[in-house]
Nanobody, 121 residues
Framework: QVQLVESGGGLVQPGGSLRLSCAAS????????AGWYRQAPGKPRELVAD???????SYADLVKGRFTISRDNAKNAVYLQMNSLAPEDTAVYYC???????????????WGQGIQVTVSS
């Protein structure tokens, strides 16, 4: 079994910062691309940021310059540093990791359970 556990969400004032963490546990051979998504009430889930196995990153226009995605392959973990948060960043944030459980097994996507981020004064 593989589990992705997210942490670091919560309530923050506008202009504040949060750091989300996502750790994959279980039988894992290797992790590949990873990303953070978010879903606000009444809206579809959207990609916020992603990072390749080679640590190349890309960001949604709305978060460029404010959010930073990073990874620690030794810990099977992915992070999202969020600065200058605004009320429109309020959403449930989900991590996604593409990983392989065994050397011969297929790579597939796994999702975290989601974590609430609320930006409000």
């Amino acid at each position: 079994q593989v589990q992705l556990v997210e942490s670091g969400g919560g309530l923050v004032q506008p202009g504040g910062s949060l750091r989300l963490s996502c750790a994959a546990s279980g039988s894992i051979f290797a992790i590949y691309a990873a990303g953070w998504y978010r879903q606000a009430p009444g809206k579809p889930r959207e990609l916020v940021a992603d990072i390749t196995n080679g640590a190349r990153t890309s960001y949604a226009d709305l978060v460029k310059g404010r959010f930073t995605i990073s990874r620690d392959n030794a810990k099977n973990a992915v992070y999202l540093q969020m600065n200058s948060l605004a009320p429109e960043d309020t959403a449930v944030y989900y991590c996604n990791i593409n990983l392989r459980r065994t050397v011969l097994g297929p790579a597939r996507d796994y999702w975290g359970q989601g974590i609430q981020v609320t930006v409000s004064s």
